[in-house]
């Protein structure tokens, strides 16, 4: 790998480490799994500049580090899940060509709750977690659209990044 593409990926792994930090001194608005999910402007904006992979790297290597530094084993099972869940879904749409950063980042904001709901289901073994869904659903799409709307002002207004 080119020293280039590691101070790259360094870069974009810090940043998301910040706002991860960042994230966790806001004060909670009041709902239990309720975040902005500022370290996802990273994920999105790695997937739209440079590419698939680059982005499954970027978001797996955010989640155990944020777990490590920041949680335990069990914000690491619903990071994880609600992680990949959420770049599955976001890698699909960008494909069809038929979103913008907006749409693509909305529908990684609502995968990602859900697949924290379905871990938070199997753990604690109750399907009665899953009428919290709809809240979850309502907050990634706001913090989606917000998200979204940022990560295409970056992609559009930052440099690309010499190889």
Same mark, same amino acid.
């Given at each position: 790998?080119?020293? !280039?593409? *590691?101070? #790259?990926?360094?870069?974009?792994?810090?940043?998301?480490?910040?706002? $991860?930090?960042?994230? /966790?001194?806001?004060? !909670?608005?009041?709902?239990?799994?309720?975040?902005?999910? @500022?370290?996802?402007?990273? =994920?999105?904006?790695?997937?739209?500049?440079?590419?698939?992979?680059?982005?499954?790297?970027? !978001?797996? =290597?955010?989640?155990? @580090?944020? /777990?490590?530094?920041?949680?335990? &084993? %069990? $914000?690491? %099972?619903?990071?994880?899940?609600?992680?990949?869940?959420?770049?599955?879904?976001?890698?699909?749409?960008?494909?069809?060509? +038929?979103?913008?950063?907006?749409?693509? $980042?909305?529908?990684? &904001? =609502?995968?990602?709750?859900?697949?924290?709901?379905?871990?938070?289901?199997?753990? @604690?073994?109750?399907?009665?977690?899953?009428?919290?869904?709809?809240?979850?659903?309502? !907050?990634?799409? =706001?913090?989606? *659209?917000?998200? &979204?709307?940022?990560?295409?002002?970056?992609? +559009? #207004?930052?440099?690309?990044?010499? $190889?």
């Amino acid at each position: 790998m080119r020293a !280039s593409k *590691i101070a #790259r990926y360094g870069l974009l792994v810090a940043l998301a480490l910040a706002l $991860s930090y960042a994230e /966790s001194l806001l004060p !909670s608005p009041g709902v239990p799994g309720v975040k902005l999910g @500022l370290p996802n402007l990273v =994920v999105v904006f790695a997937l739209y500049r440079l590419g698939t992979a680059d982005a499954w790297a970027l !978001s797996l =290597v955010r989640v155990l @580090l944020v /777990s490590l530094l920041f949680g335990n &084993g %069990a $914000s690491l %099972a619903y990071s994880l899940a609600g992680a990949a869940l959420s770049l599955a879904v976001m890698c699909l749409l960008k494909r069809t060509g +038929k979103f913008s950063e907006t749409g693509v $980042s909305v529908a990684g &904001g =609502v995968a990602h709750n859900a697949g924290q709901i379905a871990v938070a289901v199997f753990l @604690l073994e109750t399907t009665r977690l899953a009428w919290y869904l709809p809240v979850l659903c309502l !907050s990634g799409t =706001v913090a989606g *659209i917000l998200i &979204g709307l940022v990560s295409a002002l970056l992609v +559009k #207004r930052v440099p690309e990044f010499k $190889s």
